[in-house]
């Protein structure tokens, strides 16, 4: 214990002394839409590409196990939190910028955002992503999808850091996007810059069709309460929610946590719950639709433990 204080400490003063701002035992439900989460020993916020090719340099080599963290919409902390250093990549790394049809977005930029940038330029094609509440980083990612679209789609390249502090650019098929998956989960480098291309398209429809999108998630999303979006993977031949459903188990309730009402693909925090009561209800969950669908749920949150 004593050792890995040493170790938080030493760390800590080495980021400092490169004007980084470090944290101790800050909160992760304050940084989570579940808003689930006990402390991470250091928390570090990244405000330029310089600080984050340094800091993952000095984490790597202090050895300590580091997380890095978007807009939290995609990830569920274990109520003991995090023994390591949760790297930021929020809103002081956020430059977007375009020329052409091309969208450079910086990780920490919203979706959101892009998509706003991107219909006041006239260029169409990411407007599926309007309502996905992730950055830029988390959602190349973890190649989030809506409406039949997703990153791979409209990504071409991507600036990145490996664990020794240098930057790469990768291009689409170094990607290596899937259903809910991207290199990144093999290789541990952080996302800095990402690269959209999109096509000329008419400023109203595109407008239109992101306000679509958005009252779609309205009507049919529990919105209204802490979570991080579908819980399952859609398996194979299914959707997660409807066999959910199909199971009777909407309102399926644990501590605080249980399925929603509105939408059965979604765990809802109702009001503190825990790691614990959202990872019980996703398993009981799982085991029940298995055995009465023979379908597996895998889930789609990330869970970090
Ligand atoms: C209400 C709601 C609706 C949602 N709807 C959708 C939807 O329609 N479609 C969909 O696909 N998802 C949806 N989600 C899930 C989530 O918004 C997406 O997965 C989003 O892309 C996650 O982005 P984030 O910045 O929050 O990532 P985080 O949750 O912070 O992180 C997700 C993963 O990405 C990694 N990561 C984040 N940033 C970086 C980086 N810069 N470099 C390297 N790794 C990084 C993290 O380590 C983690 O493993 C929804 C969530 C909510 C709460």
């Not at 340094?54 to 274990?78: R, T, W």
């Not at 679509?212 to 049919?220: C, H, P, Q, V």
């Not at 309730?253 to 925090?269: L, P, T």
Request: aromatic share 8%.
């Amino acid at each position: 214990m004593r050792k890995e204080n040493n170790m938080v400490q030493e760390l800590k003063k080495q980021l400092e002394a490169e004007t980084i701002t470090v944290l101790e035992q800050e909160p992760l439900c304050q940084h989570t839409t579940f808003k689930i989460g006990g402390n991470a020993s250091l928390f570090v916020e990244i405000t330029s590409p310089e600080q984050l090719c340094k800091a993952i340099a000095l984490i790597h080599q202090s050895k300590m196990p580091y997380y890095f963290l978007g807009k939290g919409s995609n990830v569920l902390f274990a109520d003991e939190g995090f023994h390591g250093v949760v790297v930021h990549l929020g809103k002081d790394l956020c430059h977007i910028r375009i020329k052409g049809n091309q969208v450079y977005a910086q990780a920490g930029a919203s979706l959101q955002q892009v998509c706003v940038e991107a219909q006041k330029a006239g260029l169409s094609g990411m407007e599926f992503a309007y309502g996905i509440p992730g950055s830029v980083g988390g959602g190349l990612y973890m190649n989030a999808g809506a409406y039949g679209g997703d990153m791979s789609c409209i990504v071409s390249g991507a600036s990145c850091v490996d664990m020794e502090g240098n930057i790469h650019h990768l291009t689409l098929p170094e990607l290596e996007l899937g259903y809910r998956t991207s290199c990144f989960e093999k290789n541990k480098w952080a996302i800095l810059e990402v690269e959209f291309t999109l096509h000329q398209g008419d400023k109203d429809t595109i407008l239109s069709q992101m306000q679509d999108y958005m009252s779609r998630r309205r009507e049919k999303q529990p919105l209204d309460k802490p979570s991080a979006g579908s819980a399952f993977k859609r398996p194979q031949g299914a959707y997660a929610s409807a066999l959910i459903d199909q199971c009777g188990l909407k309102g399926y309730q644990v501590g605080g946590a249980a399925i929603s009402e509105k939408h059965a693909g979604f765990i809802v925090n109702l009001g503190g719950a825990t790691c614990k009561d959202v990872l019980a209800v996703a398993d009981d969950v799982s085991a029940i639709v298995k055995e009465k669908t023979g379908f597996v749920l895998e889930k789609e949150i990330r869970v970090v433990k």
